[in-house]
């Protein structure tokens, strides 16, 4: 099975800090996402990338960059993270058009 | 932007009780996938729907695409316990590979 590996299940950070999220993927797969979940508002992309080095801004990119510089990892970059950044972060990755995806265990971000 | 509409937000059944969650888009949908997330854990893949009028089956559960493409159930016979979660649709329109969820509808079962 594909395993997509998430760094941290749960992290703490203080306003202002670059965050780091790290995402790993075992199984060569072209795509690969990050979306955070919220409460009411479900899933929400905000940034994808389809091959190494290329990137594509989602529906709610502002504050986040990212950054693909081998296939099987995806890192999200808060710049400076803020307090309405704090959600559930998920992480997924998928072969080439049509297949599904496979999401990790997700972070939970608190920023204090 | 697309969005994919889904309802209803929750459901409350007693086990045993059939279960349905709808789907739908304003634009044609060249494909739409759902997913189940349970308490505490990550959205899982269910199934994909290409083709107009689909219909896939999981044991108890039953999957539809519209003749339109445009909308999508899924239809879950006698409720179990284990069924408890989120349900997602996803749906893909055009050639982009990227989904757009709806924003899921909670089940709770009541044993």
């Known amino acids: 099975d594909v395993k997509v590996t998430q760094s941290s299940r749960y992290l703490v950070k203080r306003t202002g800090e670059k965050v780091f999220l790290e995402c790993v993927q075992d199984m060569d797969h072209e795509n690969m996402f990050w979306y955070r979940q919220d409460p009411g508002l479900g899933l929400r992309l905000i940034y994808f990338s389809y091959d190494v080095k290329m990137k594509e801004k989602g529906d709610i990119p502002e504050g986040y960059s990212v950054s693909r510089e081998k296939k099987e990892r995806f890192s999200l970059i808060l710049e400076s993270a803020s307090t309405n950044q704090t959600s559930m972060y998920l992480c997924?990755?998928?072969?080439?058009?049509?297949?599904?995806?496979?999401f990790g265990s997700g972070t939970r971000l608190t920023v204090v | 932007g697309q969005q994919v509409m889904q309802i209803p937000q929750y459901q409350h059944v007693q086990e045993g009780e059939d279960f349905t969650t709808y789907c739908n888009s304003s634009?044609?949908?060249?494909?739409i996938q759902w997913y189940k997330q349970r308490p505490g854990g990550h959205p899982v893949f269910l199934i994909q729907l290409v083709k107009s009028g689909e219909v896939k089956k999981q044991k108890r559960l039953t999957f539809q695409f519209g003749e339109a493409k445009k909308n999508s159930s899924l239809h879950i016979t006698a409720t179990q316990t284990t069924d408890v979660g989120t349900y997602f649709c996803?749906?893909?329109?055009?050639?982009?590979?990227?989904?757009?969820f709806g924003k899921g509808t909670l089940l709770t079962v009541n044993p």
């Open positions: 996803a749906g893909a329109f055009g050639s982009n590979y990227k989904l757009t």
């Open positions: 634009t044609t949908l060249s494909n």
């Open positions: 997924a990755s998928s072969q080439d058009y049509p297949y599904g995806y496979t």
